[in-house]
């Protein structure tokens, strides 16, 4: 049986990318000294589920509820918030742009976790905390420096979603 590795996410228009891969140079030139692996264009992306391991020959009916989830989502904006870091400013590994709270977006979620529960996939154990991943750090670093990382605003960009899902 093939197997492929799955999530579904939000695919971001090419303005949008624009706009944030303009903010990582930025952030790429402030933070140069710091062993951060940005994101490259191609990988930007919210995820809104992830999958992982899931047979192609049912990808159809995967494709069913995905599509199912998401017919009665009207076209919404998401707006970019302050960066921050997870798993925590003590570890940081991932640095990630936030989202501002919207209920269409979790809305999108819950619908795909009830309708993909049908189909065998385990709902999320975690809250969803909607995020663009933008770096990766390599290597430990002090609390100093994430503080500035997680109080400098990125931006204020809008993002109009019109079923634009990848997975």
Not at 6 to 29: A, P
């Amino acid at each position: 049986m093939q197997i492929k590795r799955l999530f579904i996410g939000i695919d971001f228009d090419g303005e949008t990318k624009k706009e944030i891969i303009s903010t990582i140079n930025q952030l790429q030139k402030e933070f140069y000294n710091l062993p951060i692996k940005w994101t490259k264009p191609n990988n930007l992306h919210l995820t809104l589920k992830f999958i992982a391991e899931f047979p192609i020959s049912k990808m159809e009916l995967l494709n069913a509820h995905i599509s199912s989830s998401v017919k009665e989502i009207k076209p919404f904006k998401l707006y970019f918030t302050k960066p921050g870091v997870f798993p925590s400013k003590n570890n940081p590994k991932i640095v990630w742009l936030g989202f501002e709270n919207n209920k269409s977006l979790y809305c999108i979620v819950e619908s795909l976790n009830n309708n993909l529960q049908k189909i065998g996939l385990q709902r999320e154990n975690k809250k969803f905390s909607p995020h663009l991943t933008i770096g990766r750090i390599k290597k430990n670093l002090s609390i100093h420096n994430m503080e500035i990382i997680n109080d400098k605003f990125l931006c204020n960009k809008t993002i109009n979603f019109q079923n634009q899902l990848i997975y």
